[in-house]
C-alpha cells in the first residue's frame, strides 16, 4: 500500500510561486503514476497534472499548462509540482494521489482512478 503525503502550501500573492511536494511512503515501487488534484471550496475535484512514475510522461489541464511543471525524484520517491504565475482563483486544497495500475504509459486525469490519496495541503492565493 503506498501512503501519498502532500507538503508545501501555503499563502501567496498573485503572481507568486509555490512548489508542492508529494511524498510517496510504504510501496512506492508499487506507484503506476502520481497525479495531482485541487478542489475549490463549493467546486468540484478537478485534475491539474500527473506524471508516471518510471518513464516521466506528464500531462497538464490546459488551465495550468506552461504555469505549472510536475517533475519526480524517484531516489526520493517524490514528485513536485511547481506552481508559477498563481492566480487567486488558483486557491483550493491541492492532493497528490497515486495511482498503482500498470496503464502502458498511459495517464489517467480522473480522480476515481487513483487508488491512494494524501490528505492535502492548502494553497491560498491572494489578490
Known amino acids: 500500500q503506498v501512503q501519498p503525503v502532500e507538503s508545501g502550501g501555503g499563502l501567496v500573492q498573485a503572481g507568486g510561486s509555490l512548489r508542492l511536494s508529494c511524498a510517496a511512503s510504504g510501496r512506492p515501487f508499487s506507484v503506476y503514476a502520481i497525479g495531482w488534484f485541487r478542489q475549490a471550496p463549493g467546486k468540484e475535484r478537478e485534475f491539474v497534472a500527473a506524471?508516471?512514475?518510471?518513464?516521466?510522461?506528464?500531462y497538464y489541464a490546459d488551465s495550468v499548462k506552461s504555469r505549472f511543471t510536475i517533475s519526480k525524484n524517484n531516489a526520493k520517491n517524490t514528485v513536485f509540482l511547481q506552481m508559477n504565475s498563481l492566480k487567486p482563483e488558483n486557491t483550493a486544497v491541492y492532493c497528490c494521489?497515486?495511482?498503482?495500475?500498470?496503464?502502458?504509459?498511459?495517464?489517467?486525469?480522473?480522480?476515481?482512478?487513483?487508488?491512494?490519496w494524501g490528505q492535502g495541503t492548502q494553497v491560498t492565493v491572494s489578490s
Open positions: 506524471i508516471t512514475w518510471h518513464g516521466g510522461r506528464t
Open positions: 494521489a497515486a495511482d498503482s495500475v500498470y496503464r502502458g504509459g498511459g495517464l489517467k486525469l480522473k480522480a476515481g482512478d487513483y487508488g491512494y
